[in-house]
């Protein structure tokens, strides 16, 4: 048992980097003195002096910072975002876990649904399924008894069928309620949490989002993406004064549209005609898996009115427009309550959206809290990284499954940059010591240069110095 929490503790303080001119990973774990670190003994990296020698986050930043600011200035710039931030952040304003939602229980097919959602979970990698496998199978099982009951069918037993799929309508329609009502309560959770706890967790995600959004007005704009269903990223960006271009159109209960057209702002600097400029602040953002507020309505996914921290979404599901609607239709991947026909629609859109965003020439695509259990979104990266100027940075707390260190290896290490850990991927180390400034200013350039030209003509100096007298010794 005592080697056992040993190995424990030892996990839980290992973190793992890889960057710049990293032939492999370096792993190095947290000592007693707060702030330090070692190698692990079987580790071994060029730039330490001794394998042996103890470091702190002064030299990580040295490796780490100018990495991730030539990073997030390539050409084209993507951020996938996974339940890791939703984590980070509710951990810093409450001091707690995020809360979670237990399986569900289904009055019939509950055997069925369990097994085989545990099977989906096995082969995504995962020990056991999750309420979203869950809602998954059972929608695909409510599809597949409605094509082999259909309402004019007269073979015997069709009554005791019909009833029992009236039955898993109502419990996939609860689930999603329940669902949604923990997603809520994790937001009402940030939102209740003590002021100044509050305003410490928010202002981190502040500096996040805008220190990989800060992109000089001649690089594309930062595309946004997430997994997560709750609306941290929304709030974040509210205020941080950062500007989300979605797919939705309107003000009051916005409409989710097709058309791909490249939607942006500029503005026209004074003075200057002809010339329009991209204007700051701003971003594509695309939520893969829908929203706690996406709502289908009237052959339309909306997007209604719900504050963050509400209680419940029953409320403000009376608008008009959305009179008639309930959680069952709520667009939570997978959602049953839509028509058949649109059963992709809308997460094909943004998958593509993705795909096209992505797998590009001179693209670095940057994953925070993203565990690499979605297989579909897998296939989209490894076609990425097919493309030699593409880059995959990888930050995450942890990797309890071994599912990024097991793409990392399958697929171009030479093209991925890796931050697991404790110290490395909490998001207040992250943004107090390693991400790039979260500001776009020509103080700062003009600081850099100056420096660069100081110590660069100092250094140079001292080079012909020591010429100098190698020469005169010789």
């Not at 409409?255 to 791909?260: P, Q, V």
């Not at 309890?400 to 991925?416: C, L, V, W």
């Not at 400034?437 to 100092?458: C, H, N, Q, S, Y």
Request: aromatic share 8%; with cysteine; charged share 25%.
């Amino acid at each position: 048992m005592g080697e056992a929490m040993s190995r424990q503790n030892n996990e839980l303080k290992l973190n793992i980097l890889k960057c710049r001119d990293d032939p492999k990973p370096v792993s190095f774990l947290e000592t007693v003195e707060e702030g330090k670190f070692k190698l692990c003994s079987s580790t071994q990296c060029s730039w330490l002096n001794k394998p042996d020698e103890a470091f702190d986050f002064v030299k990580l930043r040295q490796r780490i910072e100018p990495w991730l600011t030539a990073l997030f200035q390539s050409e084209h710039l993507s951020l996938l975002i996974g339940s890791g931030l939703a984590h980070s952040v509710h951990r810093i304003a409450t001091g707690s876990s995020l809360p979670g939602m237990a399986k569900a229980d289904f009055s019939v097919f509950d055997a069925q649904i369990s097994e085989a959602a545990d099977s989906t979970a096995r082969n995504a990698g995962r020990d056991k399924a999750n309420i979203e496998d869950q809602i998954r199978v059972a929608n695909e099982l409510l599809s597949g008894l409605e094509h082999y009951c259909p309402s004019s069918a007269t073979f015997r037993g069709s009554g005791k069928l019909k009833n029992q799929i009236d039955k898993l309508k109502v419990d996939i329609s609860k689930t999603l309620n329940d669902f949604a009502a923990s997603i809520l309560m994790g937001e009402k959770n940030i939102a209740s949490a003590s002021e100044q706890e509050r305003e410490k967790a928010f202002g981190y995600l502040v500096s996040f989002l805008m220190s990989v959004a800060s992109r000089s007005g001649t690089r594309d704009r930062l595309q946004i993406y997430t997994t997560n269903y709750d609306r941290l990223i929304e709030a974040g960006a509210e205020l941080a004064g950062l500007h989300l271009l979605d797919r939705f159109v309107g003000n009051i209960t916005p409409i989710f549209r097709s058309s791909r057209l490249n939607i942006d702002m500029h503005y026209n600097p004074p003075g200057i005609r002809g010339e329009p400029r991209y204007l700051e602040g701003v971003a594509h953002f695309t939520k893969l898996h829908g929203s706690v507020d996406w709502i289908y309505a009237d052959r339309d996914i909306r997007r209604f009115g719900l504050p963050f921290g509400a209680n419940s979404i029953n409320p403000y599901l009376t608008a008009p427009g959305l009179a008639g609607t309930t959680a069952g239709s709520l667009m939570i991947y997978p959602n049953s309550a839509k028509d058949r026909e649109t059963a992709t629609y809308p997460y094909v859109e943004l998958f593509r959206d993705f795909a096209a965003s992505v797998c590009r020439p001179n693209n670095t695509l940057v994953t925070y809290g993203y565990s690499f259990g979605d297989e579909h979104i897998n296939r989209i990266i490894e076609d990425m990284l097919t493309i030699p100027s593409t880059h995959l940075v990888i930050i995450s707390y942890d990797d309890p499954m071994g599912r990024i260190m097991k793409t990392y290896e399958s697929n171009r290490p030479a093209q991925t940059t890796l931050m697991i850990g404790k110290h490395l991927g909490s998001l207040d180390s992250l943004v107090d010591y390693y991400l790039p400034k979260p500001a776009i200013d020509r103080t700062t350039f003009r600081m850099a240069e100056l420096l660069k030209a100081r110590f660069g003509t100092e250094q140079a100096e001292k080079n012909d110095k020591d010429g100098m007298v190698e020469g005169d010794a010789k």
